[in-house]
Nanobody, 120 residues
Framework: QVQLVESGGGLVQPGGSLRLSCAAS????????MGWYRQAPGKQRDLVAT???????TYADSVRGRFTISRDNAKNTVYLEMNSLKPEDTAVYFC??????????????WGQGTQVTVSS
């Protein structure tokens, strides 16, 4: 079993900042990549940012330049630093992990989500 636990969400004003974290635990043999997705009410879940075990990053064009994804491989933790937040960033943010378990089984797992609300 693999568990992902997100934290760091909250209410901020436009232009503010938040830092999300996601810790992975369980029988993880190796992590291929971790990332963040978000979903607003009535909308689909969209990619925000991803980072591979080697450090390669990918960003949605809507957040590039404002958000930064990073990781601590020793702690199996991924972070998302969000700056210059806008009301349209309001969503539930979900952590995702692409991991190897039992040496040969590759799985994709999701966290429970953390709410980010940007409002004045």
């Amino acid at each position: 079993q693999v568990q992902l636990v997100e934290s760091g969400g909250g209410l901020v004003q436009p232009g503010g900042s938040l830092r999300l974290s996601c810790a992975a635990s369980g029988s993880i043999f190796g992590i291929n990549a971790m990332g963040w997705y978000r979903q607003a009410p009535g909308k689909q879940r969209d990619l925000v940012a991803t980072i591979t075990n080697g450090g390669t990053t990918t960003y949605a064009d809507s957040v590039r330049g404002r958000f930064t994804i990073s990781r601590d491989n020793a702690k199996n933790t991924v972070y998302l630093e969000m700056n210059s937040l806008k009301p349209e960033d309001t969503a539930v943010y979900f952590c995702n992990a692409d991991v190897w378990v039992l040496r040969t089984l590759r799985i994709n797992d999701w966290g429970q989500g953390t709410q980010v609300t940007v409002s004045s």
